[in-house]
């Protein structure tokens, strides 16, 4: 596989962000409202510290990858913690080192911020996904709750 480019989103990233965020979406068998799309690039760039941040995987000219991540307080630290929200890779490039190298980026923004902790979520049945968080994180064994 060729070299692999991940970089922070820019504004002229919007179709191809727009494009792999839909992917993602439809992996997990959802979707949001237009109004959500467009709060949510808005967000990826407004200023703040608690505001979500997102990066581009790049091979070969092509966008091939995606992450949203934010910082947030905790009541256990003094130091911020990271969620890596949304993690994506096209298909077509699953297993060649995309997913890693955007988590690899995310927990390396997040050390030059002083933040130690990057943490994520997965559904039980993301197989693929789930092989990979095994090798690059350990497992807490937590489980989630969610009110609707």
């Not at 959802?30 to 959500?36: G, Q, Y």
């Not at 490039?93 to 995309?98: I, P, Q, S, W």
Request: proline share 5%.
């Amino acid at each position: 596989m060729a070299d692999i480019a991940i970089r922070p989103l820019e504004q002229p990233d919007h179709a191809d962000w727009r494009r792999l965020w839909t992917l993602y979406l439809e992996f997990y068998e959802t979707r949001v409202p237009e109004e959500v799309y467009l709060t949510t690039w808005r967000r990826l760039f407004d200023p703040g510290e608690f505001e979500p941040r997102g990066m581009i995987a790049i091979v070969e000219g092509k966008p091939v990858g995606l992450v949203h991540y934010l910082y947030h307080r905790s009541c256990w630290s003094l130091v911020n913690n990271c969620y890596l929200q949304d993690l994506f890779a096209d298909p077509e490039v699953r297993g060649t080192g995309v997913g890693r190298a955007l988590i690899e980026a995310v927990h390396a923004t997040a050390a030059r911020a002083g933040v130690a902790n990057v943490y994520w979520m997965t559904h039980e049945t993301n197989i693929v996904g789930r092989r990979l968080y095994d090798r690059v994180a350990r497992r807490t064994g937590f489980i989630e709750y969610d009110m609707l």
